[in-house]
């Protein structure tokens, strides 16, 4: 047998793209990457996008972490808008995987991203992968296997919660084939990013993963929950504001995209019933900056539903990201 024969050779492992988006959040994105900088897998490259923070983040990363690339987008874009320069970065320079990771999570397993890639290497039809995500602690697991929006099913699933709220929670020890997955930590397949696009811009944040896992669906590929432990979550315990920037863009995006995938009267029903609720817990605040507030909030969510659902395109009365929020 020749020496050329003895030599064996060694699978080449894909390209990884890891795309940590950043606004403000300057102490959590540099504990972020210093995690991220302990995985195990052999190619991959960190990619960190600023949104605009103002705050000299950029070099502060440069100067602790040569080998981590930055992108400032000179504004705050988004969810959306940010993680989508990451992704084009990485495209352009040949991922076969892109990484999305939130800024506020700490890696726990340097082998996660081998073990899903391995995954996805041996299941050529999965095309989003999302791995097991803890909440703040390791002894707790976050539930990142939902569902896409919808009046009925939220309906449902609202009461099903209050009377077994264990039964919703699909973020086990088995793989899962899932509608929607949380975009806090998502592994995505080159090849079905440039089939199905990118994350759609205006939606800014919030929705945009059901509707990013949506058209993977409708394209034939797979979304799946993989039980590898990854990451802990660290998000702030705050309380929900109803009339707070992050209620209006979950209620704003559900009727945009009920409308995208053609499910208009769902739509209607939605936003009719929300604008419904609104009035009448601002009503039963029983005092007049609350009842102000409320009123002031459902005018501007009723001019946001009325530019999505007349089908006019997304301008300042649409919201983030054509218009700076505010109360």
């Known amino acids: 047998m020749s020496e050329a024969q003895n030599v064996t050779c060694q699978p080449v492992s894909p390209s990884v793209y890891i795309v940590v988006l950043n606004y403000r959040m300057r102490e959590q994105i540099i504990n972020c990457v210093r995690s991220l900088l302990q995985i195990g897998y052999p190619n991959y490259r960190i990619v960190v996008v600023d949104n605009g923070s103002n705050d000299d983040i950029e070099e502060a990363i440069r100067r602790e972490f040569s080998s981590v690339t930055v992108i400032q987008t000179g504004g705050n874009l988004g969810y959306t808008g940010g993680n989508n320069a990451g992704i084009r970065y990485a495209l352009d320079n040949g991922a076969e995987y892109v990484l999305i990771v939130n800024p506020d999570t700490v890696a726990v397993n340097p082998r996660f991203v081998g073990e899903m890639v391995v995954h996805m290497e041996s299941h050529p039809e999965t095309g989003i992968a999302g791995p097991r995500v803890f909440l703040r602690a390791r002894e707790s697991v ?17 009461l099903r919660y209050r009377i077994a709220p264990k039964s919703l929670e699909f973020s086990g020890n088995e793989v899962v084939e899932a509608e929607t997955l949380n975009g806090v930590c998502l592994l995505i397949r080159a090849e079905c990013l440039r089939q199905i696009g990118l994350f759609d811009e205006n939606i800014f944040m919030y929705i945009e993963d059901a509707d990013m896992d949506y058209r993977a669906r409708a394209k034939g590929w797979q979304v799946k929950y993989l039980p590898v432990d990854s990451v802990i979550h660290l998000q702030k315990q705050e309380g929900y504001h109803m009339t707070g920037m992050v209620n209006f863009l979950l209620k704003r995006n559900s009727v945009y995209f009920l409308c995208k995938i053609g499910k208009r009267f769902d739509a209607w029903s939605y936003a009719a019933i929300s604008l419904l609720l609104l009035v009448i817990q601002g009503a039963f605040t029983f005092n007049f900056k609350g009842v102000a507030e409320y009123l002031s909030f459902t005018r501007k969510l009723a001019v946001a539903y009325h530019r999505v659902l007349f089908g006019y395109k997304p301008d300042e009365h649409f919201g983030p990201p054509f218009t700076q929020w505010r109360r």
Request: net charge positive.
């Open 142 to 158: 976050q539930n990142t296997v939902l569902f896409a929006p919808g009046l009925w099913r939220n309906m449902a699933h609202w």
